[in-house]
């Protein structure tokens, strides 16, 4: 796996980056030249396998830990990837959880802690980073990792839904206040994508089918897909993008149930 130079000498912060999407994400970037931080919370175990790929592959990379549900413990992470490498040039916000649950069964403190993590986890770490940029002078990109479900109503995943739809503005609204400082912020909303997690409908036929019917493309996503456009956000290649949401899904947000015409006419 070669690295193609790209961005090279840049610092880029991954959350939630142990597994699925985020390793994807972490390899993406160290491919393209950039020095990583592979955040993790719980167990490193993910985040070890992550940076050991990464590193025989040729890349840079290192694990850090943080809690995004932390103001103090997103500033430690921040300023631990600052000391270790000099800087900071790229922060993607990966981190995130869901909670199935009926709503009118969802208890407030499950409803909170997605928002938590997914929300005001991605807030946080966005305004560490901001306060990063602005202190060095420096250009800098955030991408936001949000979901086809900012737009897409997910029921039985009443906090997911919200967090995500939060994203949206949190996105377009971080984009606008911070132009002028040459500071972007952008994101992707995945759609139907094969990690460890989804390994519940990915390896069961009937429920793979029931997924895909519903995507145009007829297939899920992987966690490469879903890299690749990330990294093209935080790159130069995307210099004149801001405050926008790239829908890598397959064709998901066309509402494939309506590839027919169902006009009365």
């Known amino acids: ?75 430690a992470m921040v300023e631990e990837v600052v000391e270790r490498t000099g800087a900071l040039d790229v922060l993607v916000n990966n981190a995130g959880i869901q909670i199935s649950r009926p709503s009118h069964e969802l208890s407030a403190a499950d409803f909170e802690i997605v928002l938590a993590v997914n929300l005001r986890g991605a807030f946080m770490c966005a305004r560490e980073a901001i306060k990063r940029f602005l202190d060095a002078g420096t250009a800098g990109s955030i991408v936001n990792i949000s979901s086809v479900h900012q737009d897409i109503p997910k029921p039985d995943y009443l906090g997911y839904s919200v967090s995500k739809g939060g994203m949206r503005n949190l996105t377009r609204t971080l984009a606008l206040e911070y132009a002028g400082y040459n500071i972007r912020v952008n994101a992707i909303g995945p759609g139907a994508t094969i990690t460890p997690i989804n390994r519940a409908w990915v390896d069961d036929p009937e429920k793979a089918m029931l997924v895909t019917s519903h995507i145009p493309l007829s297939r899920p996503g992987t966690a490469d897909e879903m890299a690749g456009v990330t990294c093209f956000l935080a790159s130069d290649d995307a210099a004149y993008i801001t405050g926008q949401t790239i829908f890598v899904d397959g064709g998901l947000t066309l509402y494939a149930d309506f590839r027919e015409p169902w006009s009365s006419e």
């Open 1 to 75: 796996m070669s690295i193609d130079q790209t961005m090279t000498g840049r610092t880029a912060l991954v959350t939630g980056a142990g597994s699925g999407i985020g390793s994807g994400i972490a390899a993406a970037l160290a491919r393209a030249g950039c020095r990583v931080a592979v955040n993790y919370h719980d167990t490193p175990d993910g985040a070890v396998q992550t940076v050991a790929a990464i590193r025989q592959s040729g890349g840079e990379a290192f694990a850090v830990h943080g809690d995004v549900r932390s103001a103090s413990a997103v500033k």
